[in-house]
């Protein structure tokens, strides 16, 4: 069985707030950026006011590579939301750049059989409006 391809998406659009903006402008611009302390390089996601690690608040944006491994994953059977077809899968991303730098979203263009933890996978972007872009994971090989 198939998880659902990209350019299906038909869920709910995400509000970008004050604190999250940059990384919504990001998205649009095909860039993946979290937070970033300037003291002790430690990335961060979601954003937060200070840095978890050392308690620093000058933080800075960072590009990711947006490639990682699937950390966890889970298969969601069911329709939880309007719009959003089971059934599809669910994924914990560890990020390349940090051990515990993790970013949750749904992997598309992918065999829900062939999923395992330990799968590298790349972001694929897809405008879904004129102002928001979101960003999926679908395995390297794709």
Known sequence: MAAPRL??????????????????????????????????????????????RCSATELGQRELAGTGTVYSYTVVNREFAPGIKPPFVVAIV????QADLRMMSNLVDVKIGDVHIGQRVRVVFQQITSDVTLAFFTPEES
């Not at 995400?14 to 990335?43: H, I, K």
């Not at 560890?94 to 750049?97: I, P």
């Open 94 to 97: 560890q990020m390349d750049e």
């Open 7 to 52: 350019g299906t998406w038909a869920g709910p659009v995400p509000v970008p707030d004050r604190d999250s903006a940059f990384y919504w402008t990001g998205l649009q611009e095909r860039r993946m950026l979290v937070l970033g302390c300037n003291r002790c390089s430690y990335l961060i996601y979601p954003p937060v006011a200070g840095c978890p």
